[in-house]
């Protein structure tokens, strides 16, 4: 097996595999709203890439451009909404691409699993017929292959008696087993690229441990490639190969995730893994990193008001992205090669 | 699913029985008597006479006592004479039912469509400009009076233009059915105005809000096509709770129908009701509400049912 189950504490996950040819190249995402006040800029100057059956985590706290950056990878930003930079998939730039082109590309190549279970699914209709039309739409079969291909989807991602289950509606099943389903419709077509925005959020522990077990198994099956979102970075530990960490619409720090969980160096990147429970040490207080998100002024580094090594340059300039050792990338100017 | 119905139908029996009262009551306290709206100035009725009419019929006794009399006749289906057509009254209610159904089925066989049609097109993009055009529409149908804009509509048609007939449906049973049709014309678009305008602001308001739902970014995540999403995956879901604003302005339009009726001269319910109680026709007034009544109650049952049967989270 390729992918091992590991704990911080554990052995590190093997380097990524495949990062010869990458799948998914992102380059200088902007995402922005209008507003009264003139353009919220959500998501700026980011930088990724995901190399063939990579799993990338973004961590960031809630509203820090995480979610948009995969709506963007979607072209499901909301109405209002503006996307500039480039997103590279299988060579070709999908920022500018046509509403006609985004639809052959959704649920076919890249696919997407949201947070809600609860919610996301059409409560009026079926979960087996849910499943089956993405097929119909993109593979062209007829209503009752696609249906008979949606009860073995959903055998294959793991729900007892599938027949009858696809026959259910969504409020028939536990949120655990709707989100199985989510990830079955989304691996319908097999996708080259699953965008994972906090998946297991909404679910209880027992059953988070579950369906990461079962994204990480499916990935080892098709040999997808996973963008993978969330706040929690135990999570994200477990899965996946690289970390992007985000603050404030920015990238902060990128690296292989051993490096970020032994070395991490971005002030924010220390904080957050500073806020992990530690089960070995008992403590009378949590670790809290002091004030709270906000999106600021361009000027200066984002983080800044927040940092306790933050002195004048930090306000005074943005920090670039370099890459402070081999293949880690730090936006800060106190963490310097 | 029958028990459910059964039980429906047992309080929808109760309460008959008592707005049956209720409108007994009211009647009794309208102004006005019979007997003089009976002999209306015939000079040979003398006080003793008024009082032994009044015994003939009953009047003398105390409401209660009359309530009581009539119930009983109406249980053993002797619902009692209109002293204005002098005809048993369910045979006069009867045609007047029919003729208010074919008006009303027309208009919301017209109405409900165009309203989900319409108010989908203004929730693709608020605030866009098929939004304001539609919301124009229907601000407009909202606002004029539907007595005038039938009377616009005579104008224009019948008088102008003269295609179609303005007032006198024969009441007789073989009036052809384009003849009918070509009398309906008018009166359904005058009751499809005044029905829609609402309709489409409701119909936008719900879909707005379910084109915004996780499940509906969960289609487009698919891949399908945004007449797909909206047409398999919203419109239902926006309509679930359109079924209790149907179901309400139901009662709505059926005393819209009253006014539209009473221009365009056709005998239905409305304008049945309305002679009936302008002619102290006591039974008359009683049944006919009492029917207005029942069709009120079944359509709010029916859309219950179709509460269930459109939403599968819902077991009845």
Redesign the interface.
């Given at each position: 097996m390729e992918l091992q189950m590991a704990g911080r504490d554990t052995a590190p996950l093997p380097a990524a595999a495949a990062t010869v040819g990458s799948l998914l190249e992102v380059r200088d995402l902007g995402v922005s709203f209008a507003t009264k006040e003139g353009r919220a800029q959500v998501v700026t100057g980011l930088n990724y890439s995901i190399g063939e059956g990579e799993t990338l985590g973004i961590v960031g706290e809630s509203g820090c451009g995480k979610t948009m950056t995969s709506l963007s990878l979607m072209g499901l930003v909301p109405p209002g909404g503006r996307v500039t930079g480039e997103i590279r998939f299988g060579g070709r730039n999908l920022v500018d691409q046509s509403a006609r082109d985004w639809r052959s590309l959704r649920g076919r190549d890249i696919a997407m699993i949201f947070q809600e279970p609860m919610t996301a699914m059409n409560p009026v209709m079926t979960v087996g017929r849910q499943i089956a039309e993405v097929l119909t739409v993109h593979e062209g079969l007829s209503t009752a292959s696609a249906f008979d291909r949606a009860v073995e989807l959903l055998e294959a991602v793991g729900i007892p008696s599938p027949n009858q289950r696809a026959r259910d509606y969504p409020h028939q099943l536990s949120g655990g087993m709707r989100q199985r389903a989510m990830i079955a419709m989304a691996l319908a077509c097999k996708p080259k690229l699953l965008v994972a925005d906090e998946p297991t959020t909404a679910l209880d522990v027992t059953i988070q441990a579950q369906i990461l077990d079962l994204i990480l198994e499916l990935q080892e099956d098709t040999g997808m490639s996973v963008q993978f979102i969330t706040h929690n970075l135990a999570v994200v530990s477990e899965l996946a190969h690289r970390i992007l960490v985000m603050y404030a619409g920015r990238g902060v720090e990128n690296a292989p995730a051993e490096k970020i969980f032994d070395n991490p160096l971005h002030p924010y990147t220390r904080g957050l893994i500073a806020t992990l429970p530690d089960p070995d040490r008992k403590v009378d207080q949590l670790f809290v990193i002091p004030g709270s998100l906000r999106i600021q002024p361009q000027r200066g580094c984002r983080f800044a008001s927040r940092c306790s090594l933050a002195s004048e340059i930090c306000a005074a300039t943005e920090p670039p992205m370099l890459e402070v050792e081999t293949d880690h990338f730090v936006a800060c100017h106190k963490v310097t090669p | 699913m029958l028990r459910y119905v059964l039980s429906r139908l047992s309080q929808a029996v109760l309460v008959i029985f008592v707005m049956s009262f209720l409108l007994f009551v009211l009647i009794g306290l309208m102004p006005g008597d019979p007997i003089e709206n009976m002999f209306e100035g015939n000079p040979s009725l003398t006080p003793e006479l008024i009082g032994q009419m009044r015994e003939l019929y009953g009047l003398d006794q105390p409401i209660t006592l009359r309530y009581w009399h009539w119930l009983m006749a109406a249980l053993q289906g002797d619902f009692g004479y209109s002293s204005l057509y002098s005809r048993p009254v369910l045979t006069v209610l009867g045609p007047a039912l029919l003729q208010t159904g074919k008006l009303l089925a027309l208009t919301l066989m017209i109405s409900v469509p165009s309203a989900i049609i319409l108010g989908a097109l203004a929730a693709r993009k608020p605030n866009g400009l098929v939004d304001s055009a539609i919301g124009l529409f229907s601000f407009a149908a909202i606002s004029m009076p539907n007595f005038w804009v039938s009377l616009l509509l005579i104008i224009l048609f019948s008088v102008n233009l003269g295609w179609l007939p303005a007032s006198g449906l024969p009441m007789t049973s073989d009036a052809s059915f384009w003849l009918e049709l070509r009398h309906l014309i008018l009166p359904v678009m005058v009751l499809v105005m005044f029905h829609v305008g609402p309709l489409i602001r409701y119909v936008r308001a719900a879909m707005i809000e379910t084109l915004s739902?996780?499940?509906v970014?969960?289609?487009?995540?698919?891949?399908?096509?945004?007449g797909t999403v909206i047409a398999?995956?919203a419109v239902?879901?926006a309509l679930?709770p359109m079924i209790t604003v149907l179901a309400l302005s139901f009662g709505h339009l059926f005393s819209g129908a009253l006014v539209i009726e009473t221009i365009f001269g056709m005998l239905g319910m409305g304008k049945t009701i309305y002679d009936a109680v302008g002619n102290i026709d006591f039974n008359l007034a009683l049944v006919g509400l009492l029917l207005a009544t029942v069709v009120v109650l079944i359509s709010n049952l029916l859309a219950d049912l179709a509460y269930a049967y459109?939403?599968?989270?819902i077991t009845l």
């Amino acid at each position: 097996m390729e992918l091992q189950m590991a704990g911080r504490d554990t052995a590190p996950l093997p380097a990524a595999a495949a990062t010869v040819g990458s799948l998914l190249e992102v380059r200088d995402l902007g995402v922005s709203f209008a507003t009264k006040e003139g353009r919220a800029q959500v998501v700026t100057g980011l930088n990724y890439s995901i190399g063939e059956g990579e799993t990338l985590g973004i961590v960031g706290e809630s509203g820090c451009g995480k979610t948009m950056t995969s709506l963007s990878l979607m072209g499901l930003v909301p109405p209002g909404g503006r996307v500039t930079g480039e997103i590279r998939f299988g060579g070709r730039n999908l920022v500018d691409q046509s509403a006609r082109d985004w639809r052959s590309l959704r649920g076919r190549d890249i696919a997407m699993i949201f947070q809600e279970p609860m919610t996301a699914m059409n409560p009026v209709m079926t979960v087996g017929r849910q499943i089956a039309e993405v097929l119909t739409v993109h593979e062209g079969l007829s209503t009752a292959s696609a249906f008979d291909r949606a009860v073995e989807l959903l055998e294959a991602v793991g729900i007892p008696s599938p027949n009858q289950r696809a026959r259910d509606y969504p409020h028939q099943l536990s949120g655990g087993m709707r989100q199985r389903a989510m990830i079955a419709m989304a691996l319908a077509c097999k996708p080259k690229l699953l965008v994972a925005d906090e998946p297991t959020t909404a679910l209880d522990v027992t059953i988070q441990a579950q369906i990461l077990d079962l994204i990480l198994e499916l990935q080892e099956d098709t040999g997808m490639s996973v963008q993978f979102i969330t706040h929690n970075l135990a999570v994200v530990s477990e899965l996946a190969h690289r970390i992007l960490v985000m603050y404030a619409g920015r990238g902060v720090e990128n690296a292989p995730a051993e490096k970020i969980f032994d070395n991490p160096l971005h002030p924010y990147t220390r904080g957050l893994i500073a806020t992990l429970p530690d089960p070995d040490r008992k403590v009378d207080q949590l670790f809290v990193i002091p004030g709270s998100l906000r999106i600021q002024p361009q000027r200066g580094c984002r983080f800044a008001s927040r940092c306790s090594l933050a002195s004048e340059i930090c306000a005074a300039t943005e920090p670039p992205m370099l890459e402070v050792e081999t293949d880690h990338f730090v936006a800060c100017h106190k963490v310097t090669p | 699913m029958l028990r459910y119905v059964l039980s429906r139908l047992s309080q929808a029996v109760l309460v008959i029985f008592v707005m049956s009262f209720l409108l007994f009551v009211l009647i009794g306290l309208m102004p006005g008597d019979p007997i003089e709206n009976m002999f209306e100035g015939n000079p040979s009725l003398t006080p003793e006479l008024i009082g032994q009419m009044r015994e003939l019929y009953g009047l003398d006794q105390p409401i209660t006592l009359r309530y009581w009399h009539w119930l009983m006749a109406a249980l053993q289906g002797d619902f009692g004479y209109s002293s204005l057509y002098s005809r048993p009254v369910l045979t006069v209610l009867g045609p007047a039912l029919l003729q208010t159904g074919k008006l009303l089925a027309l208009t919301l066989m017209i109405s409900v469509p165009s309203a989900i049609i319409l108010g989908a097109l203004a929730a693709r993009k608020p605030n866009g400009l098929v939004d304001s055009a539609i919301g124009l529409f229907s601000f407009a149908a909202i606002s004029m009076p539907n007595f005038w804009v039938s009377l616009l509509l005579i104008i224009l048609f019948s008088v102008n233009l003269g295609w179609l007939p303005a007032s006198g449906l024969p009441m007789t049973s073989d009036a052809s059915f384009w003849l009918e049709l070509r009398h309906l014309i008018l009166p359904v678009m005058v009751l499809v105005m005044f029905h829609v305008g609402p309709l489409i602001r409701y119909v936008r308001a719900a879909m707005i809000e379910t084109l915004s739902a996780d499940f509906v970014r969960t289609a487009r995540a698919k891949g399908l096509s945004e007449g797909t999403v909206i047409a398999r995956h919203a419109v239902r879901n926006a309509l679930i709770p359109m079924i209790t604003v149907l179901a309400l302005s139901f009662g709505h339009l059926f005393s819209g129908a009253l006014v539209i009726e009473t221009i365009f001269g056709m005998l239905g319910m409305g304008k049945t009701i309305y002679d009936a109680v302008g002619n102290i026709d006591f039974n008359l007034a009683l049944v006919g509400l009492l029917l207005a009544t029942v069709v009120v109650l079944i359509s709010n049952l029916l859309a219950d049912l179709a509460y269930a049967y459109l939403d599968p989270r819902i077991t009845l």
